[in-house]
Antibody, heavy 120, light 110 residues
Framework: QLQLQESGPGLVKPSETLSLTCTFS??????????WGWIRQPPGKGLEWIGN???????YYNPSLKSRVTISVDTSKNQFSLKLSSVTAADTAVYYC????????????WGQGTLVTVSS | QSALTQPASVSGSPGQSITISCTGT?????????VSWYQHHPGKAPKLMIY???KRPSGVSNRFSGSKSGNTASLTISGLQAEDEAHYYC??????????FGGGTKVTVL
């Protein structure tokens, strides 16, 4: 059974780096077919695409976040990760990881999301 | 890259049909047939309902349909049911390997 599970600290201090990991189970993250992505939803707001990564390490980022975002993949652990630096309260959100169909631009499978609050 | 525009809320009675609009620009919705729609019940994982404007994934009810005209995409839910009450988000490819989402629409079944 397919599962995407986000994990990481639920509380991050302003100016620090937010770090999350997404573990994929029920399949291989090294599949040629899929990309892997991060999406977030601030409280009371809509979804915002953060970026995508292929198993080879190729990345695509939202231009508005690109200077602060790093997405990486660890195929040995079937995981991919998100780092967002210099966070502020505006980065408080539910963060989702998801699977994107390669050659297309939609997410066919999502994790349940994890809330990250930026506060001192 | 601005968020796609969706109405904040849409409501309908059971059995009725409703349509949610998703307005973008000639740089995203208008240029690519790569619009997708997601259903989101609070606390759960978002679910893909429509991809490539009008295609339905296996397992999604045929009560859900998608279309596009110019810079506006639409999601229609026919035969509205209580279980359809959720938030719905559109998403479009925006060129240069980027994606943009809409602000979301809350669907209420009266």
């Amino acid at each position: 059974q397919l599962q995407l599970q986000e994990s990481g600290p639920g509380l991050v201090k302003p100016s620090e780096t937010l770090s999350l990991t997404c573990t994929f189970s029920g399949g291989s993250i090294s599949s040629y077919t899929y990309y892997w992505g991060w999406i977030r939803q601030p409280p009371g707001k809509g979804l915002e695409w953060i970026g995508n990564i292929y198993y080879s390490g190729t990345t695509y980022y939202n231009p508005s976040l690109k200077s602060r975002v790093t997405i990486s993949v660890d195929t040995s652990k079937n995981q991919f990760s998100l780092k967002l630096s210099s966070v502020t309260a505006a980065d408080t959100a539910v963060y989702y990881c998801a699977r994107r169909v390669g050659g297309d631009w939609y997410f066919d499978f999502w994790g349940q999301g994890t809330l990250v609050t930026v506060s001192s | 890259q601005s968020a796609l525009t969706q109405p904040a809320s849409v409501s309908g009675s059971p059995g009725q049909s409703i349509t949610i609009s998703c307005t973008g620009t000639s740089s995203d919705v208008g240029s690519y047939n790569l619009v997708s729609w997601y259903q989101h019940h609070p606390g759960k994982a978002p679910k893909l309902m429509i991809y490539e404007v009008s295609k339905r994934p296996s397992g999604v009810s045929n009560r859900f349909s998608g279309s596009k005209s110019g810079n506006t995409a639409s999601l229609t839910i026919s035969g509205l049911q209580a279980e359809d009450e959720a938030h719905y988000y559109c998403c479009s490819y925006a060129g240069s390997s980027t994606l943009v989402f809409g602000g979301g629409t809350k669907v209420t079944v009266l």
